[in-house]
């Protein structure tokens, strides 16, 4: 019998099985061979979640979106399906749902965000149901393209709440795929489509304003600012919007629709706060360079769940993980932390069937195309390849795996 094998490393517990905890998991056992690293996460299934609004939109398969999750976790790394409900920083264990508790030298919380259907009352009871949908679920993107292939006429509502949300372009590609379908099937003059979002601009990045509002121009969308979705009237099929253009001004409007998309309002999971990890708005408070803790230094975050100032995206995370990777090596090698995240963050917005606008920014605004040859304000066919094609494969067989193309880090 061969004598157990001692790990003299130190022990890593990633706290997310999703992209930004598998990928970081990849990354880490790029830089640390034998590195003992469990992960937390309690569902069964892996996710490519910007795929499902190009199912939305009939262009994309549903069911390529999905793997098991023992697929995807790397091998030889532990699997505790399990959900933490508290973190102990300062005796350095976390706490699961179901009792256990899991000590660690290294800990990453990669939780993502949670979708908060419920703060939108009457929402639930009619999800999937009376023309109201949201490609934000799995199980509804498919409910979306039903809906949008069997409109004919009358009211469609695409509904943006206040950021941060994941993929803040994500309300509007529904509505583009939607009108362009409806263009091609020559009956969008026969449906009103509005556009009501929480916040007064179209786009955070003002270059990318002017292309998108001639798209909402093309496909003859009234566009509402400061429209907040609160309550629901399914069976009814109305939406209540407060609108709030300013303190005096704050009133209640009423909408009739035939189909609704709803993007729900979002928040950090509730034991980051519990836990005394978070900033004044929940989220986990890191150092928006190197995305260590501000105040429990063997702590990192990475992807949605963190504070740091940029657009919550998959492309956002691509290059996170890549930061916390190097980082989380070097705190184990006891050598300075030299990786910094330069707030880059891409929004692929699918402005119609083969045509795409890739936003590509960081922190403050700045512009970071990844092919500055090329004029990212405009629609292009080779961002919609991207998109459409590239990217889903590139995740499964390449971020999933440790593949860091374009990722590097930057240093100070």
């Given at each position: 019998m061969k004598p157990e094998k001692i790990?003299?490393?130190?022990?890593?517990?990633?706290?997310?099985?999703?992209?930004?905890?598998?990928?970081?998991?990849?990354?880490?056992?790029?830089?640390?061979?034998?590195?003992?690293?469990?992960?937390?996460?309690?569902?069964?299934?892996?996710?490519?979640?910007?795929?499902?609004?190009?199912?939305?939109g009939g262009l994309f398969d549903i069911n390529k979106t999905q793997r098991a999750m023992r697929d995807v976790i790397p091998s030889g790394v532990s699997w505790l399906q399990d959900s933490v409900v508290r973190v102990d920083p300062n005796e350095k264990y976390i706490e699961t749902r179901q009792g256990k508790r899991v000590s660690y030298d290294f800990l990453i919380v990669a939780c993502g965000l949670v979708l908060r259907w419920d703060k939108i009352e009457g929402l639930e009871e009619t999800l999937g149901f009376n023309g109201v949908t949201s490609n934000y679920r799995f199980d509804l993107a498919e409910y979306t393209w039903q809906l949008v292939r069997e409109m004919q006429g009358g009211k469609a509502i695409f509904s943006q709440p206040t950021l941060p949300i994941k993929c803040a372009g994500a309300p509007q590609k529904a509505l583009y795929l939607s009108c362009d379908h409806w263009r091609r099937q020559g009956v969008l003059n026969n449906i009103n489509v509005n556009f009501c979002l929480a916040g007064t601009a179209v786009f955070g990045i003002p270059q990318f304003v002017p292309p998108l509002s001639g798209y909402l121009e093309k496909y003859r969308a009234q566009v509402n600012f400061n429209h907040n979705l609160i309550r629901i009237d399914g069976e009814n099929r109305q939406a209540i919007f407060a609108v709030e253009k300013n303190e005096e001004e704050k009133r209640e409007l009423t909408l009739p629709f035939d189909m609704l998309h709803v993007v729900p309002p979002q928040s950090a999971p509730a034991f980051i706060?519990?836990?005394?990890?978070?900033?004044?708005?929940?989220?986990?408070?890191?150092?928006?360079?190197?995305?260590?803790?501000?105040?429990?230094?063997?702590?990192?975050?990475?992807?949605?769940?963190?504070?740091?100032?940029?657009?919550?995206?998959?492309?956002?995370?691509?290059?996170?993980?890549?930061?916390?990777?190097?980082?989380?090596?070097?705190?184990?090698?006891?050598?300075?932390?030299?990786?910094?995240?330069?707030?880059?963050?891409?929004?692929?917005?699918?402005?119609?069937?083969?045509?795409?606008?890739?936003?590509?920014?960081?922190?403050?605004?700045?512009?970071?195309?990844?092919?500055p040859l090329l004029d990212a304000t405009q629609p292009s066919r080779m961002a919609w390849w991207l998109k459409a094609c590239f990217l889903p494969r590139f995740y499964w067989a390449g971020m999933l795996r440790g593949v860091e193309w374009f990722a590097g880090s930057k240093r100070p």
């Open positions: 790990n003299t490393l130190k022990k890593v517990v990633v706290i997310g099985g999703g992209s930004s905890g598998i990928g970081v998991i990849a990354s880490i056992r790029k830089r640390v061979k034998d590195a003992d690293i469990t992960v937390v996460e309690p569902n069964d299934c892996h996710y490519y979640q910007p795929a499902w609004t190009l199912v939305g706060s519990q836990s005394g990890l978070a900033d004044g708005t929940g989220w986990c408070d890191v150092d928006k360079l190197t995305l260590q803790h501000k105040h429990w230094p063997d702590i990192f975050a990475v992807g949605d769940c963190c504070s740091t100032p940029n657009a919550k995206t998959l492309a956002a995370a691509r290059k996170q993980v890549v930061v916390v990777a190097e980082n989380v090596a070097a705190r184990i090698h006891g050598t300075p932390l030299t990786a910094h995240y330069d707030g880059y963050g891409s929004c692929p917005l699918t402005v119609e069937k083969g045509k795409v606008v890739l936003a590509e920014f960081g922190y403050d605004g700045k512009l970071l195309p990844t092919f």
